[in-house]
């Protein structure tokens, strides 16, 4: 039996999955640019909403980052999300800013399919994952997605505009936020034009923990 499709984003409590964007995004990580006022800004806000995560034990193992880390509710929503997906959707602008920043063992260890209008060849990276490069759009992206992910579920990785036409597409079954108490005031919605007239949400679960609260949901038609 084929899996569920589903994302899972950490998300400000004004909306926002993301910061408001540098001007040169694709330099954001360069040596170069890391005094740069706006980069900081944008590392400083992106940790914040990620300050759940962080610490956590899984999380600090699945990236490389030696053992330790903090167990308990959040630790265990982490490994569940990892442990559930068979294989990952992502924008081009999520992949581009991945791959200046991910360690050579992505830290992803199954298929991931890029949605991008450029053609390249497949990337092979240390510890599972390969990268595939979709240029027929987000159907076909998510077509091969579920081929390779077999009876484990799809998760769409981001970028937010990604995530958001799967939604507008009628293509998603199930989405987490992780609701962190920090407010952006600008940046990428998640939810900034959705067409609320053809979706309704079913709550599934409200987990509240020290750091965040996780709320998933099922996606039915309106």
């Keep these: 039996m084929a899996g569920k499709v589903f994302f899972s984003v950490s998300m400000s409590l004004d909306g926002f999955v993301a910061p408001e964007p540098v001007p040169v995004e694709d330099e954001l990580f360069a040596p170069a640019r890391q ?58 602008r999520m992949f581009d800013l991945g791959e200046q920043s991910w360690p050579a063992e992505a830290p992803f260890h199954t298929p991931v399919f890029v949605v991008t209008h450029t053609k390249r060849d497949p990337w092979e990276r240390p510890g599972g994952t390969t990268f595939h490069f979709v240029d027929d759009g987000i159907e076909r992206a998510l077509d091969r997605a579920r081929e390779a992910a077999g009876d484990r579920d799809v998760r769409i990785a981001g970028g937010g505009t990604t995530i958001l036409q799967y939604v507008n597409a009628g293509l998603v079954d199930e989405f987490s936020v992780a609701v962190s108490p920090v407010l952006f005031g600008a940046g990428t919605r998640l939810f900034d034009g959705v067409d609320a007239s053809r979706i309704a949400l079913e709550p599934l679960r409200a987990v509240p923990t020290r750091r965040v609260t996780h709320l998933t949901y099922a996606v039915r038609p309106r």
Excluded: Y
């Design 35 to 92: 005094n740069d006022p706006d980069v900081r800004r944008w590392m400083a806000q992106w940790m914040e909403l990620q300050q759940w995560l962080l610490p956590q034990r899984f999380f600090r193992e699945n990236a490389g980052l030696g053992e330790g880390g903090e167990e308990g509710p959040d630790n265990d929503i982490a490994r569940e999300t990892f442990e559930r997906t068979g294989a990952s959707v992502m924008g081009k």
